[in-house]
């Protein structure tokens, strides 16, 4: 027989990790509280502007991405840091990839927010 308590509590500890993990990324990372002032943002013009469901959607999916992204690359630095503390060139290509995919992820963020936004801004 399994012991349910134990694993519940082993299951909050884990959302708990996580949460220490996205207020480590705000406290350090200057880009990440741009991400979250900005998901604030296209949420409040979202209530402002009384988008579709299925936009709901697009804009939560990509804000989610961006900040995936943007906490992925925080972790990939930090253990390269601790990795190497020397310059060495496969380590400087791997952070670079990593922050490539949050500028991709962000790009592609920013389209969807206009392609929802701009023409309700416009009009």
């Known amino acids: 027989m399994s012991d349910r308590p134990a694993a519940l509590r082993?299951?909050?500890?884990?959302?708990?990790?996580?949460?220490?993990?996205?207020?480590?990324?705000?406290?350090t990372q200057?880009?990440?509280?741009?991400?979250a002032l900005a998901t604030l943002g296209v949420i409040v013009l979202g209530f402002v502007f009384q988008i579709e469901p299925w936009e709901w959607c697009a804009i939560l999916i990509s804000c989610g991405i961006v900040w995936?992204?943007?906490l992925l690359?925080?972790?990939?630095?930090?253990?390269a840091d601790r990795v190497s503390v020397e310059r060495e060139e496969a380590i400087?290509?791997?952070k670079d990839a990593a922050a490539g995919a949050v500028l991709a992820a962000s790009l592609a963020s920013a389209a969807v927010g206009a392609i929802i936004f701009l023409p309700r801004l416009l009009a």
């Open 10 to 27: 082993a299951f909050l500890q884990g959302f708990a990790h996580a949460f220490r993990g996205i207020l480590f990324g705000l406290h």
């Open 30 to 35: 200057r880009n990440l509280r741009v991400h």
């Open 68 to 70: 995936a992204a943007e």
């Open 73 to 79: 690359n925080t972790a990939i630095e930090r253990l």
């Open 92 to 94: 400087r290509e791997v």
